[in-house]
Every structure is written in structure tokens, then in C-alpha cells.
């Protein structure tokens, strides 16, 4: 699949024995990276309440990352639009393409990004309830169009704007797709989320898409975790740490996570063994030729011409070197 298309998914994520400030400056620093190697997307995650995850305003950050690249599009993967008022994250995206435009993406998730605790104090007024997700969505959409009403007055989302951010609905495991084809929105599905998720989920998208003014096709892609290595024992190193994670976070802990020293040794149990089994789904690891081969069949599978992946490691060198690793296997083109 020569056109296949590229993008990454950075989690800013707080590595052991460092800072926030330290995971930021390297999800700028990737962003310039993913934009000379010549990827498609740059998406950020929104996450509360983790001393692990600094991520946790995209629409912040995006404005940064706008001003260090002049290429990439740049998106939010996701808003999780339960815990804002739809009227500010439309104000706020407005004011991105404002800065950049025709380069800013919108991903939405429903998702708390976080526990309940921290999604009740993000909205009190959040009932996680999906007729109220579909809601904003509604909102947003017409507040982008410009023809929102409050009791017979208009009310515009500031700054107006020519263009509009391109929309994209998250999903892991299909319910946010059939939204997204009711409505007429783009579909990025989430792998790295749901291993087990099946490519019927983007041919149902796909076959019940209603065409809006704004898109008259579907379009979706695909993201997952990805691992590339220089060789097999640097990519299996680096396998293992991030399935060491993985478990963690299936246990709910998202704090004081361990450096690879203390992972390399680890014996997993039996339990754990049925975790990896049933993880290896949200994973691609190998040298750049068996990931290349890896990400063409995903892309296959599901019918997309998109791939975003996601890269966590214990080292921030080899996690971004892994990032060029997958870039020369596809011959990106790069712009520097």
C-alpha cells in the first residue's frame, strides 16, 4: 500500500524518576520530528487524575505544537466531550483553526480519560448517558455551522472562520462508530484500546453512512500501538516494558510506574500471561520490515488508508528512533 498514510499519537507520557515538564517538551519535540519524517497527523490524548500521563488539555498544547510545525495537521485524540461544554470546545478549536488553518483536527471520545471522580469534578452536570453525548455533538456541529439558537437568538462560536476543523469520532468498540455514521462524521478507530475490535466495525461504518453538505464520504482510520527496533532483542525489550504497563493499567494503576531495570527480570504469572494473550491485539512490535509488513495487513483488515500509532518506552532515544525507524520503512517523505 504505497499510499498508505501515517500519523502519530503522543500520550505525554511521565517517565519514572522524571517530570511533566520533561514528558511535554519531548511530545514537542516529537511533534517537529513526526512533521520533518513526514507523517500525516500529530494527535494528543486528554487524561486526568495520572501522575503518568501529563496530557491532560490538547487544546493547550495543540496551540504550541502549531507554532513549532507548519505542516503537519494537528488534532486532539480525543476531546472527551462528556467533560466540556460543547459551546467552549467549539470556541477553543475555532480559535486553532483560527491560528492554523486546514490543519487542525478534532478527535472526540466519550470516554471520563480518567476515573469518575475526576470526570464529576471535569462536569458536575455529566450523566455519561449517550443521548447527551449525541446531543453535543449536534451542538458542536452547529455551532461550526454558524446556525446555533438560544431561544430564538443566535449565538456564534468566536473566532468565526472560514474553515473548520476536521472531525473524528473515537471509537473502541463500535457503538461510537454507528454515531458517527448517523451523523455524518469521520471514524478513527482505537486498537491501542480494544485489541479485539473487528474490522466489521468500519465496514458497518462504512455501509450506514449518511452523507452530510460537509462530507459526502465516510472515512475512517485506524490506530495502535507500535514498537520498532533496530533489532529483535531492542524491540522485545521494549515489548516487554510496554506490556508490563499495559497490565498495570488493567489493574487501575496509572501512578509511580517502574524504570526497565525493574521490569527486565519479571516473571509473568499465569493470569498475567492471559492479559498479554488477550493485549497482543493493541500491539505491533518487531524490526522495520515485520512492523511494515504488520501495519500494511492492519490497514488491510480494517479498509482504511490511515494508520496513527502510538510508541511508549522506558528510553526517550529509542522510543523516538523507533518513530524513524517506521518512517524509513514506508519512505516517507521527509522535509529535512
Known amino acids: 500500500m504505497n499510499d498508505l498514510k501515517l500519523g502519530i499519537l503522543d500520550q505525554s507520557v511521565v517517565r519514572t524518576n522524571s517530570t511533566a515538564a520533561a514528558a ?48 503537519i495537521r494537528l488534532g486532539s485524540g480525543g476531546i472527551m466531550l462528556p467533560n466540556h461544554s460543547a459551546f467552549k470546545v467549539a470556541e477553543n478549536f475555532r480559535m ?8 487542525i483536527d478534532l478527535g472526540i471520545g466519550r470516554a471520563p480519560g480518567g476515573d469518575g471522580i475526576s470526570a464529576n469534578l471535569l462536569n458536575p452536570s455529566n450523566t455519561f448517558k449517550e443521548e447527551d453525548y449525541i446531543q453535543q455533538l449536534q451542538h458542536l456541529n452547529h455551532f461550526f455551522k454558524d446556525n446555533a439558537q438560544v431561544n430564538n437568538s443566535p449565538i456564534y462560536a468566536i473566532p468565526q472562520v472560514k474553515t473548520s476543523p476536521q472531525q473524528w469520532i473515537l471509537s473502541s468498540s463500535g457503538g461510537s462508530a454507528k454515531i458517527a455514521a448517523d451523523l455524518g462524521l469521520n471514524l478513527a478507530v482505537a486498537k491501542f484500546i480494544n485489541g479485539s ?102 490497514a488491510k483488515d480494517f479498509d482504511v488508508d490511515e494508520v496513527i ?7 526517550k532515544e529509542l522510543r523516538l528512533r523507533s518513530f524513524e525507524l517506521v518512517a524509513e520503512a514506508f519512505s516517507l517523505n521527509r522535509t529535512s
Open 24 to 71: 511535554i517538551q519531548e511530545t514537542i519535540e516529537t511533534a517537529i520530528l513526526a512533521e520533518n519524517l513526514g507523517y500525516q497527523r500529530f494527535w494528543i490524548s486528554e487524561h486526568h487524575n495520572s501522575t503518568f500521563i501529563a496530557g491532560s488539555a490538547p487544546e493547550v498544547l495543540m496551540a504550541r505544537l502549531g507554532a513549532e510545525t507548519s505542516q
Open 197 to 298: 475490535v473487528s474490522p466489521n466495525i468500519v465496514a458497518s461504518y462504512r455501509k450506514h453512512f449518511r452523507p452530510t453538505e460537509d462530507r459526502q464520504e465516510p472515512k475512517a482510520l485506524i490506530s495502535s500501538f507500535v514498537i520498532c527496533g533496530e533489532t529483535e532483542e531492542e524491540a522485545n525489550q521494549m515489548r516487554k516494558y510496554i506490556d508490563y504497563i499495559l497490565l498495570q493499567f488493567d489493574k487501575g494503576n496509572y501512578q509511580n510506574l517502574p524504570e526497565f531495570e525493574d521490569v527486565r527480570n519479571h516473571q509473568f504469572t499465569s493470569f498475567e500471561k492471559q492479559r498479554l494473550h488477550y493485549n497482543a491485539g493493541r500491539l505491533i512490535s518487531g524490526t522495520p520490515d515485520r512492523v511494515k509488513e504488520k501495519i500494511i495487513n492492519l
Open 96 to 103: 486553532l483553526e483560527a491560528l492554523y488553518p486546514g490543519r
Open 309 to 315: 500509532i502510538s510508541t511508549m518506552s522506558f528510553n
